[in-house]
């Protein structure tokens, strides 16, 4: 069963701190994976995809990074700020079987002053 | 700005009524949108997928009577919940998924949700 994990559940740090999010995957075979930003009561928002040859990819203080081999990938986050306040999803698409996305639970991060 | 318009963003309604939800891409066009379901602090439930111009597939468990959706055009889908009890409140969220010109690259973004609540 394809199944994405992530780590931790939930996330306190303090403004201005880095953090590492974690998403294992088991969705075989790969096509991309992809980092969202969801606020309380909105949608995702797309921080990066990445496919299976890309292993970093960067948008401003985001920079996300994929092992495919392993099947892992990070969310890091540099010089949190307040707004970063939100539930950070990773979401695989697989190739095969109708291309179905498999969802995160996702890491709720709340950023402190 | 945001490629995926939802609204309404919030509905209040009385349970044994109908609401329609409308997810619109504004400058792709979508050949697949997806409906999903969350409840606070979880992850999103896909409801149904549906293609243009064809029948919506629905997830195991998901009431297709229930949830009536309709992929009318590539830019439009409905979802439209039907006779409304308290225990659909939730909040409903679509996706949209397109291609840019020559296929090279896939676009996939999300409406801004409806928050649903029955009373």
């Known amino acids: 069963k394809n199944q994405v994990e992530q780590s931790p559940q939930s996330l306190i740090i303090l403004e201005g701190k880095n953090c590492t999010l974690q998403?294992?995957?088991?969705?075989?075979?790969?096509?991309?994976l992809r980092w969202y930003k969801q606020d309380t009561g909105r949608g995702p928002v797309s921080l990066t995809i990445?496919?299976?040859?890309?292993n970093t990819k960067s948008n401003g203080r985001y920079t996300a990074t994929l092992d495919a081999d392993t099947k892992q990938s990070s969310l890091h986050i540099t010089a949190s700020q307040l707004s970063d306040s939100a539930s950070y999803i990773c979401?695989?698409?697989?190739?095969?079987?109708?291309?179905?996305?498999?969802f995160g639970t996702g890491t709720q991060l709340k950023v402190e002053l | 700005g945001a490629v995926v318009s939802q609204h309404p963003s919030r509905v209040i309604c009385k349970s044994g009524t109908s609401v329609k939800i409308e997810c619109r891409s504004l400058?792709?066009?979508?050949?697949?949108m997806f409906w999903y379901r969350q409840f606070p602090k979880q992850s999103l439930m896909l409801m149904a997928t549906?293609?243009?111009?064809?029948?919506?597939?629905?997830e195991q468990g998901v009431e297709k009577d229930k949830f009536l959706i309709n992929h009318a055009s590539l830019t439009l889908s409905t979802l439209t919940v039907t006779s409304a009890h308290p225990e659909d409140s939730s909040f409903y969220i679509c996706?949209?998924?397109?291609?840019?010109?020559?296929?090279?690259?896939?676009?996939?973004?999300f409406g801004s949700g409806t928050q649903l609540s029955v009373l």
């Open positions: 996706s949209a998924r397109g291609w840019s010109e020559g296929r090279t690259n896939e676009k996939l973004f």
């Open positions: 998403c294992n995957y088991t969705v075989s075979p790969f096509s991309n």
């Open positions: 990445m496919t299976f040859s890309e």
């Open positions: 549906s293609n243009e111009g064809s029948k919506a597939t629905y």
């Open positions: 400058d792709f066009q979508a050949t697949t």
């Open positions: 979401v695989v698409r697989g190739s095969g079987g109708g291309n179905k996305l498999t």
